[in-house]
């Protein structure tokens, strides 16, 4: 038996720290809460101008860093995989300056290699995002590596755009 506390989904932070219930799919909840932040950023972020993007960005890490604190000590577990906070962050900051507007298909192809890029970096963990992972705990430390592998996946995304 695990000592393991389940998640509260009354309680808005861990609804929140859970991806809004996208982080408790039994399998691969780091994949499925990943595609939870695209209609989010699709309907509220796309389109909206740097400054005020990178605004939500440091804002949702901020309140990222207190969710999955709360969660994860309320949870009596680190990091737990369910907590999907840090993968919308992530994501969200693979998607800045995507390059939109090629028409629909090439749109979604843009987003779909997005998505693969932060799944390939979140889940490889190369270094210093494995470091990171290892050695910084609690709130801040389950997102520093989400943000980190958005960071790297962001970086593939802009130099494939600049050669394509």
């Not at 799919?25 to 695209?38: D, N």
């Not at 994860?72 to 369910?82: I, Y």
């Not at 990171?132 to 995304?157: P, Q, R």
């Amino acid at each position: 038996m695990s000592n393991i506390t389940p998640p509260n989904m009354k309680n808005p932070i861990h609804l929140l720290a859970f991806g809004l219930g996208s982080g408790l799919a039994r399998k691969a909840p780091g994949t499925f809460g990943t595609l939870a932040a695209l209609p989010f950023w699709w309907f509220l972020l796309q389109g909206v101008p740097t400054l005020p993007y990178i605004g939500v960005l440091v804002a949702g890490f901020a309140l990222g860093v207190v969710l999955c604190e709360i969660t994860s000590r309320d949870m009596g577990v680190h990091d737990h995989g369910g907590i999907v906070w840090d993968e919308w962050i992530g994501m969200w900051i693979t998607l800045l300056w995507l390059p939109l507007g090629g028409g629909l298909w090439a749109d979604i192809a843009w987003v779909a290699y997005a998505f693969v890029a932060f799944r390939f970096f979140d889940i490889l963990k190369p270094w210093p995002i494995k470091w990171l992972d290892a050695k910084v705990h609690g709130g801040f430390g389950i997102m520093i590596d989400d943000v980190l592998a958005g960071i790297f996946a962001l970086a593939v995304v802009q130099a494939t755009a600049a050669v394509i």
